[in-house]
């Protein structure tokens, strides 16, 4: 049974920083893996903000490109979004999300991931 758990929200003023993580436990990163960061504010439809395709491209959101960075560590089944400069904008529930097999055009997409974390909430204000 594949867990996601991801954790590092909090409130941070406009231009700072945040790290977000996601563990994944029993879910192999093996050759064919996608995993992405998506983001829901109120009201608003959840949309994908950074994602690692099969083919281990990086892929990010036009708003989010230049301030947020997605990486992953396999020897800690961790996927990270480093985030920075953040603006109120950013203020979101950001889940975390993964499957075996995400071609670079669906990335963002909902329906291409099985396993979804809980969320963690980011907060931008002064």
């Known amino acids: 049974q594949v867990q996601v758990a991801e954790s590092g929200g909090g409130l941070v003023q406009p231009e700072g920083s945040l790290r977000l993580s996601c563990v994944l436990s029993?879910?192999?990163?093996?050759?064919?893996?996608?995993m992405a960061w998506f983001r829901q504010a109120p009201g608003k439809e959840r949309e994908g903000v950074a994602g690692?395709?099969?083919?281990?491209?990086?892929r990010y959101a036009d708003s989010v490109k230049g301030r947020f960075t997605i990486s992953k560590d396999k020897a800690k089944n961790t996927l990270y979004l480093q985030m920075n400069s953040l603006k109120p904008e950013d203020s979101a529930m950001y889940y975390c999300?993964?499957?075996?097999?995400?071609?670079?055009?669906?990335?963002?997409?909902?329906?291409?991931?099985?396993?979804w974390g809980q969320g963690t909430q980011v907060t931008v204000s002064s």
């Open positions: 690692i395709d099969s083919d281990g491209q990086n």
């Open positions: 999300a993964a499957d075996y097999y995400v071609g670079g055009s669906s990335w963002s997409h909902e329906v291409e991931y099985k396993y």
């Open positions: 029993e879910f192999t990163f093996d050759e064919y893996y996608g």
